[in-house]
């Protein structure tokens, strides 16, 4: 299992820059982990669910989110067909 942290300003090119050289496949596990500072917008969660579930087929868990960022991922990975492949953790 592999843990990152997410930038403090972050958006859709960033999360494939933040997992781009990271060994990714299926049934691996990818952690990031959301520290008070980091910013989980709605299109650096998407493209996490994109590259890390859809195009690698691991499983995506996400550690620390809000309520409104975790509704987001979900919706996320429900759209691309993928929620079997993410983990929401308090």
Not at 1 to 14: C, L, N, Q, S
Not at 33 to 40: C, G, H, K, N
Request: glycine fraction near 6%; proline fraction near 6%; include cysteine.
């Amino acid at each position: 299992m592999t843990t990152i942290e997410a930038p403090r300003i972050a958006g859709r090119d960033r999360a494939r820059e933040d997992v781009a050289a990271l060994d990714l496949r299926p049934g691996g596990n990818l952690v990031v982990t959301f520290p008070a500072r980091a910013s989980a917008t709605p299109s650096y969660l998407d493209e996490l669910v994109a590259v890390v579930c859809v195009e690698s087929g691991a499983t995506l868990v996400l550690r620390s989110l809000s309520e409104r960022a975790r509704s987001v991922a979900a919706e996320s990975a429900d759209r691309q067909g993928v929620s079997d492949l993410l983990v929401l953790e308090p």
